[in-house]
């Protein structure tokens, strides 16, 4: 365009942007009057209730933040132009403004082209510098115009330094991505992603997909993401309420499953067992042995009346409630309701009067029929019931080896349940307990990120929680890290219930320097897993190995990168071995440079000191490795752990190391 004409359009569409704010600020506005009037025009308590809470999340909802673009691009399309945003905006007349990135519109914004252009004739990108347009850039599809990843908006946004929690992607979607965000509800999908291929992005966006295209409907059984550890969520925290989706779950494995607090450690042959499936099937065996069939009839006093009930029609109930495939203590209710039943048959033939809900629940409680339920269907708790295996594993019978069974045995039983020491694998042995006495609610959906690292205990337990739903299992097989990480995916999808799913690779990175990338995968034939080896299309990162001598040294040398680091833009991280970490702070704090840990989102400090073990999923401009053979040597899955730890920079990477490096980067 002319040089007036630019300047022309760019007025325009910064006055477009201004005029849809404020449509965005008049529809909050409307939701927060009706919120504060909502009790005045329900029609009573229960309405108003459910509308306030309606209108509350509808404000939420429309939370504005100045600093991030309303929209990011425009299509044109038959005389007509849709600018597309992070959310629907409508001016007041109802018509639109800015069109949701996950409206049906919207999906020409990614996936028109060239060769299949959508009735597009033009697809306009919009650059931003603090909320601010600033630019705009054109490709006129009907021309054959079509920039791809040349294009410099795209790569500025993509390779934009990260500083704080991560951002939402949603102008940045590639078409291969787009095609995961957008599949269907009733889809179970596995995300094999090698680094820097934006899948945990597309987890979350296809979670603001879904609560988009089927609201109500998940708005009742609830949308869950699961990641590995407390630092990885509040890293993407911030991803959803940018999309304006403010009622996701969010959890890791341990809150999920925490029933009961973690007051001891396990060793690690302990650990190993107890995450093993065949736990499921010894709590399995331990709970139904329990159950033996009556011998004797039971005898109610009831007034002047006694009721009797032979031992032959006890047996049928109990065998009966057996067969049905009940829940333990589903199972166990029902033969109550059904020996009660019995008795007020016989009232009603005796007396000609149906009885009263209390004369019912009376009889539930005599001592008869509580005695008959203790001896043929005795009550149990998910921690009685896991006690019993850990005080004696010999229940376990020839599922655990003699060697199995004294790795997982109580020391020293406590005297009660209730003093139990439980640990961190034994919450899944309780949870797994829970399970066979009640059914667990299933949410709508489940993103699992970092799904590698599932054990199969753990898996069973997300399983219990998406038994009625569909999942989105996001992971790197390379990244496994765990004790019990599994080499293929199939292993992992049958423990999530989920054996069907089909395995999807993303290979192709965005974020991750070629550089980074290729001195990662070099790690790759000594990991143990048949993935692909990634591919990044960025070219501009750097990558610096300092060896240092004397060893004496390499803190020294460590500070001298971190301190070189903060002379560019962007987040610096250090990941060390953990027994290391607390020594660097140390370091950083004698030298004045301002830090902070994974956990800290809030901080503004530009340096994070990072353990190596909780890394994962997390991202940096610049990353400073220390001693990566310290790295290595700390866990049987070392290497996999490197692997990790190298492809967390997304701008340049410095290894520092005294040790020789392990031999697969030598």
Not at 248 to 264: C, F, K, M, N, Y
Not at 524 to 540: F, M
Not at 562 to 576: D, F, N, R
Request: charged content about 25%.
């Amino acid at each position: 365009m002319p040089a007036f004409d630019l300047d022309t359009e760019l007025a325009a569409e910064r006055h477009h942007l201004s005029e849809s704010r404020a449509a965005l600020g008049r529809m909050r506005g409307r939701a927060e009057a009706l919120f504060s009037t909502g009790d005045k025009v329900a029609g009573d308590a229960y309405t108003a209730e459910q509308l306030g809470r309606h209108m509350a999340r509808r404000v939420k909802e429309l939370a504005d933040d100045p600093t991030t673009p309303l929209f990011f691009g425009r299509l044109d399309i038959e005389e007509s132009a849709y600018h597309v945003g992070r959310r629907h905006v409508t001016d007041d007349a109802g018509e639109p403004m800015v069109l949701d990135w996950r409206a049906p519109l919207s999906r020409s914004f990614y996936r028109a082209s060239v060769r299949d252009p959508q009735g597009v004739s033009v697809r306009r990108r919009f650059g931003f510098v603090r909320g601010e347009l600033t630019s705009f850039e054109d490709e006129h599809l009907d021309r054959g115009e079509e920039l791809g990843t040349k294009s410099r908006i795209l790569t500025a946004e993509i390779e934009r330094p990260r500083v704080g929690p991560m951002r939402d992607i949603v102008a940045t979607i590639q078409p291969e991505q787009d095609e995961l965000v957008r599949a269907e509800l009733t889809d179970s999908i596995c995300v094999q992603g090698a680094p820097g291929t934006g899948k945990t992005a597309v987890g979350l966006h296809r979670a603001a997909f879904l609560l988009y295209l089927h609201r109500e409907r998940l708005r009742r059984s609830g949308v869950l993401i699961v990641g590995p550890n407390t630092a990885f969520l509040s890293y993407i925290s911030a991803v959803l309420p940018a999309l304006g989706e403010v009622e996701v779950h969010q959890s890791t494995v341990d809150e999920l499953i925490g029933r009961v607090p973690v007051r001891a450690v396990d060793s690690p042959a302990a650990a190993l067992v107890k995450n093993d499936a065949r736990m499921a099937e010894v709590l399995r065996r331990t709970l139904w042995s329990r159950l033996t069939k009556p011998t004797d009839p039971i005898m109610v006093s009831d007034g002047s009346y006694r009721w009797r009930i032979d031992a032959e029609p006890l047996r049928r109930i109990v065998d009966e409630a057996r067969r049905e495939g009940l829940p333990y203590a589903v199972g166990r209710e029902r033969v109550k309701a059904r020996v009660v039943g019995l008795l007020q048959r016989q009232s009603e033939y005796r007396t000609g009067n149906s009885p009263t809900d209390g004369w019912l629940r009376r009889m539930s409680k005599v001592a008869p029929v509580t005695e008959f339920l203790e001896k043929a269907w005795p009550a149990v708790t998910p921690e009685s019931l896991v006690a019993e295996v850990l005080t004696d594993p010999f229940v376990a019978g020839d599922l655990l080896t003699a060697e199995e069974q004294e790795a997982i045995r109580w020391g020293k039983p406590p005297r009660t349940v209730k003093a139990s020491k439980f640990t961190a694998a034994d919450l899944v042995l309780i949870d797994e307990a829970a399970g066979l006495l009640e059914r667990e609610a299933s949410f709508g959906h489940v993103v699992i990120d970092e799904a590698q690292d599932l054990s199969p205990m753990q898996a069973r337990a997300i399983a219990r929680r998406s038994e009625h739903g569909s999942i989105t299992v996001l992971g790197d097989l390379a990244q496994g890290t765990a004790p019990w990480a599994a080499p293929e995916w199939p292993e992992i999808l049958n423990h999530l219930g989920k054996p069907q799913t089909r395995v999807v690779p993303l290979t192709v990175g965005f974020r991750v320097p070629a550089a980074v990338v290729e001195l990662a995968n070099r790690l790759l034939p000594a990991l143990g897993v048949n993935v692909p080896e990634a591919v990044s299309l960025r070219r501009d990162g750097d990558l610096v190995i300092v060896p240092v001598a004397p060893p004496s040294d390499l803190d020294t040398e460590t500070l001298a990168e971190i301190t070189a680091a903060l002379t560019h833009e962007g987040s610096v991280a250090v990941i060390a071995a953990d027994a290391a970490v607390e020594r660097l702070r140390g370091h950083l704090t004698a030298a004045g440079i301002e830090h902070a840990t994974p956990d800290d989102v809030d901080s503004e400090a530009r340096v994070t000191v990072v353990p190596a073990t909780v890394v994962k999923g997390l991202e940096y401009d610049h990353v400073v490795v220390h001693e990566p053979a310290d790295i290595v040597a700390a866990e049987p899955k070392g290497l996999n752990r490197l692997y990790v730890v190298l492809t967390r920079a997304v701008s340049r990477l410095s290894v520092v190391h005294a040790k020789p490096l392990p031999a697969p980067l030598a």
